[in-house]
């Protein structure tokens, strides 16, 4: 894993900033944290009417909430959402009324194998109120009397996405996307955004080959919504990849595209299994993120997922124990460290032609083998020279060429900029 750097302390302090607030698909919340995203890369933001058609899918009404609580005859409050905003169920409806435990216990959500968690519950299109809390708490509760109160509203307003671009050389686009609807998740939502984050400011020291767009959106809906509203775009995107997940202790993975041989899905793995990373690349399943919207059969892009340990595969998932103390900045560190070096990859791998494919161009009388000079790779980079000239044959990539030589990506990459400057080949 990589070390603690600069860049992983400062992903941690974003994610810090933006776990106390709540968060939903559609809100206040999310424009809140937009807000502070937009402080370190500026963000153009999206809002979209409620009840507006996008593909198969209608956008909700807004949810807000102010306040919401589990009192005793006391006035205790037993379950607080200002304690924590997992503590009230996504999209409840307000309520105000007092009732027996035995009737408020329907309402109630909780983890009877971990009892000191809190679940994280949503009911985002089916009209329901409730509270979630630990279940050593429930059991602790007396028969008798609670006041319920959730001070929310559902109206029509609007859902909110933003999208960052860095521009690129050529008009076509890498997707980069992570949701932004989950509350207090520190994995499950916001290392995802730190790390696209931090990566937008990576690509932008340089002007990278390809344009990216980074899009922060609440799940699912979210991602629909951007691809109802961008179909004139959608041909533009040659790759994408879904951030998720992306500050836990785990190994990485990476989730293949729909294609499963997509450019994406290749480079990933090269990068992967080249930095000798522990690591596990996954098939393709119809179920997760929002890779599942991009890949969708009728768009079919090229995107995959990243994540550490992905969705649903460790205890504290959708849980009040995804907090500040499961991520760590040297985790973010190491998904980003991959990211740019992925992308470092697929912005360079090209097809080039041989312009003197008939025997071997003398490479000394162009200065090539000079310009190695006392180079300790110089061997290697001799040899990377050659398997480039030798698979220049507009078919094979850059990425051809060092998988099938066994040679470092950069040293092939390298030597195809010196050919290429020599005039031996072309783009």
Known sequence: MAPVTAAGEQMYALVERLYPLCRSITGDGVR??????????????????????????????????????????AGNRVVDFAASSLHVLGYSLPVSATMPLAELRGHLHTLPDHPAWVPYRTSYYKPEWGFCLAQETLDALPDGEYEVHIDSALTDGHLTYAEHVVPGQVPDEVIVSCHVCHPSLAND?????????????????KTP????????????????????????????VKHGLVL???????????????????????????????????????????????????CSPGFDLGVGSLSRTPYAGYPEYHTSADNLD?????????????????????DRNRRYVNLSPYGEPQLGRRGLYDSLGGRSDAKQAQMAML?????????????????????????????????????????
Request: with cysteine; net charge negative.
């Open 244 to 294: 998720a997940c992306t500050g836990d202790p785990g190994r990485l993975t990476y989730k293949q595209s729909r294609r499963g041989d997509a450019e994406i899905d290749r480079v990933m793995q090269h990068v992967l299994v080249a930095s000798a990373r522990p690591h596990r690349v996954a098939e393709f399943t119809p179920y997760g993120y929002d890779e599942r919207q991009f």
């Open 387 to 427: 398997w480039v000239l030798s698979l220049s044959d507009g078919e094979h990539s850059l990425l051809d060429v060092a998988e099938r030589s066994g040679l470092p990506f950069d040293t092939v990459a390298v030597a195809a900029g010196a050919l290429h400057g020599a005039g031996l080949i072309k783009a």
């Open 189 to 205: 939502n916001l290392a995802g955004i730190a790390v696209a984050t931090f990566l937008a400011q990576a690509l932008a020291e």
């Open 326 to 346: 499961f991520v760590s900045p040297e985790a973010m560190a190491d998904t980003l460290a991959v990211c740019r070096e992925a992308f470092a990859v697929l």
């Open 209 to 236: 080959w390809y344009t990216y767009r980074f899009l922060f959106a609440p799940g699912t809906i979210g991602a629909i919504t951007w691809l109802a509203r961008n179909a004139e775009r959608v041909e533009r």
């Open 32 to 73: 809140a944290t937009l807000e502070i995203v937009d402080e370190y890369v500026p963000l153009q933001v999206h809002e979209v009417p409620t009840g507006t058609r996008v593909l198969d899918w209608t956008v909700p009404q807004e949810w807000n909430i102010r306040d919401a609580y589990v009192a005793d005859t």
